[in-house]
């Protein structure tokens, strides 16, 4: 089974800040990555699949990447509207398994 | 638009069988496969299964023994069983879409959630 472990678990961080997120997979998922954002007692909204391509309708503030094991959400410009949770999803295994998520906080 | 809302009973108690209903509407359900997702109360998210309108369905291994869907196309519906539930399956299900028409895509489309609580 398929393990996706996200670093750092919190972050805190200031409206304008570069943000990076990490996601690391136990095995390699080749690009069948996605980022998605969740609010707080709202659904997960996508932003990125194939590891790097941005869902229509999301900010290019908003970027990832990587191959294999290792991938990473950026944030060029921390908004606002932008402090929430963020989860990876490798959806290329039976269990489409999801990280723990990390929380950008101020 | 394409609009997914969970229908459930809120309460089910332990050892009994969790059913819920996803109605999807603005889209056919014959061109992509639609899944279930559940989140415990502060905890992160857990795939449980999809199915697809041809009735294709799989399950996370973890839940393969206890979860069973179904679909109904005329009705724009898909339904989740799972079984002999424990405190464990409290959590906000979602139901949600498929990107695109094949297996391997993430999801692109959610419902609201609704949160199912296990107790006596």
């Known amino acids: ?106 | 638009q394409v609009l997914l809302q969970e229908s459930g009973p809120g309460l089910v108690k332990p050892s009994d069988t969790l059913s819920l209903t996803c109605y999807v509407s603005g889209v056919s359900m014959t061109t992509h496969p639609w899944g279930w997702i559940r989140q415990p109360p502060g905890e992160g998210l857990e795939f449980i299964g999809y199915i697809h309108g041809n009735g294709r369905a799989d399950y996370n291994p973890s839940l393969k023994s206890r979860a069973t869907m179904s679909i109904d196309t005329s009705k724009s519906q898909f339904s989740l069983r799972l079984i002999s539930v424990t405190a464990a399956d409290t959590a906000v299900y979602y139901c949600a879409r498929f990107r695109q028409g094949e297996y391997y895509n993430p999801f692109d489309n959610w419902g609201q959630g609704t949160l199912i609580t296990v107790s006596s």
Not at chain 1, 53 to 61: F, I, K
Not at chain 1, 89 to 98: H, I, K, P, W
């Open chain 1, 1 to 106: 089974d398929i393990q996706m472990t996200q670093s750092p678990s919190t972050l805190s961080a200031s409206v304008g800040d570069r943000v990076t997120i990490t996601c690391r997979a136990s095995q390699s998922v080749q690009t069948y990555l996605a980022w998605y954002q969740q609010k707080s007692g709202k659904a997960p909204r996508l932003l990125i699949y194939k590891a790097s391509t941005l869902e229509s309708g999301v900010p290019s503030r908003f970027s990832g990447s990587g191959f294999g094991t290792e991938f990473t959400l950026t944030i060029s410009s921390l908004q606002p509207d932008d402090f929430a949770t963020y989860y990876c999803q490798n959806y290329n295994s039976d269990s489409r398994t999801f990280g723990q998520g990390t929380k950008v906080d101020i």
